[in-house]
């Protein structure tokens, strides 16, 4: 039987922070932990790879990475790397497959970009530890579809309590 | 010969207030007195419908729509209507095609994306009339592609005077 | 007021024999006589430039090209870039913008995709000089929608006369 | 560990006659059994969701589907479906992600452009029980990526042996 269990995506720079890079390997923990399947734009490189990784420390777990293009390095961590060549519109491919996302940290305008695609889509976000001005923008477009929060576990609490994505068992059930 | 006049894009929300709905048609009138081609998301609504009206009161004037899916009314002001069926991911169209674009107030999420997209892609960015979270947002991402500023006048100097995009005269030369 | 004339575009390869170049040529000059906007995919090379370069021998003509990325150098007849960076996947940009697609030869496989993106998207399409296998194929699959010729002359006729693309007088008019 | 399985993809008309659908059932069976991840354009409908279906009669199967847009139904057997929003631009995603991809009949036109966007992009196709017009034309544009077979069965020993796609063990290792 098919098991289509939620996506949940991870987004943040390439060029991150060790704060931020932190957070990101405990948000792929916690969502593979929690059975979902994680989604990046897939690049081994800051925020996107330290997700990946994180991930692939949980027995079962499943991570898709939506390429740019054909020529980025894929970051270890990705299984299923889906590759799209349509440069910064497959930001949009990133937010519609998810459930949510959870941008760790606003460092980079693709980041900011993916936020506002999801508000425009009506995919939940939460902010995980993004600049006040960030938070007050996005939350004033997103019209509680954003959420704010300081850790990692937070992120995934309101995930799986207040957006209400369901828990899975990690692969194969 | 062809005349390869500079193309600027106008973005702003479908359902705009009264202030950016005039501001827009100023800017459509301003950016084709400068003979530049104006560039927008082509839809009959809010702002994009509005800087092309602007645009089309002036002898000469040409404007382009990158419209997201066959089904959306074009705006009437549009000469060129592309259409992409490429819904959101339109918006790095908006971007990648302009020498710069004008936000007329970030009152939607899709204008935010787009200005994220654009300086992203290194397109320069002016603000009119934006909250102060936008442009602290944006300015810190944007690196010295981002202006602000409070008349679509002043909007218009920016691009001609500090961004140095030439006039032309109105078509046909 | 707004004056929306019909695209047309005219697709072909890259590296076109001198046969579908000199044909590509005629299709620009007389899409433009006939006071249609031509579209191509805009680059310096092939079909692409050869119909652009034609169409600007006409006084009051209008072309536009639909770039894959920033990186490809612009055709110089093309008067309005249109930069996508979507890779291949702005062929169905190409099609979805026009009243009717004329392939210029079957030489290559983007070409082959435009002809089977815009059948799929029900935009009429004239197969100039094509290889009886594709006639055949596209025929088939396209059911009314493809029309083959072996003239630049008889395709435009076809536009003109069967498809019912209306004819308007050189911009401005 | 990441497991990186090869991803194959079988792309077909969604009103596909009953032989496709047989052979595109037993495909999906072939790859999942070959220890590879079927890619599919995910609809619930033709050669996508048979092949879908075939694949997940094989436990440890992997099936991805990339989504047109959010409103077409899911087929049953696809375990992550990638929601592109790109209408059928799409189809570039479908065929750059896949190590080779099948054409299970040539019915529609979707497929055709996808045949074309394969090779477009370098990426092995084998037409399987495709009219010879279509074999001829893709052959040709295809200059020794394209081949031709009868069986579900000559199409994965194609992958196998002559393009040299690695057997996997299904999921998990």
Do not use: Y
């Amino acid at each position: 039987m098919t098991v289509r269990r939620p996506i949940v995506g991870v987004m943040g720079a390439s060029r991150a922070s060790e704060e931020h890079l932190r957070h990101a390997r405990a948000l792929g923990r916690l969502i593979a932990t929690h059975g979902w399947i994680l989604l990046t734009g897939g690049r081994a490189e800051g925020v996107m790879e330290a997700a990946a990784s994180g991930a692939k420390e949980v027995a079962g777990s499943l991570t898709v990475g939506i390429l740019p293009d054909r020529d980025s390095p894929v970051a270890e961590g990705v299984d299923i790397p889906i590759v799209t060549d349509l440069g910064d519109a497959r930001n949009t491919v990133n937010v519609l497959s998810c459930k949510a996302i959870i941008a760790c940290g606003v460092e980079g305008a693709g980041t900011a970009s993916e936020v506002a695609l999801a508000i425009k889509a009506g995919v939940p976000v939460v902010l995980l530890a993004c600049p006040p001005e960030a938070v007050s923008l996005f939350q004033r477009l997103g019209r509680g579809l954003v959420h704010a929060v300081h850790t990692p576990e937070a992120a995934v609490s309101v995930l799986a309590d207040r957006i209400g994505i369901p828990l899975h068992a990690p692969w194969p059930v």
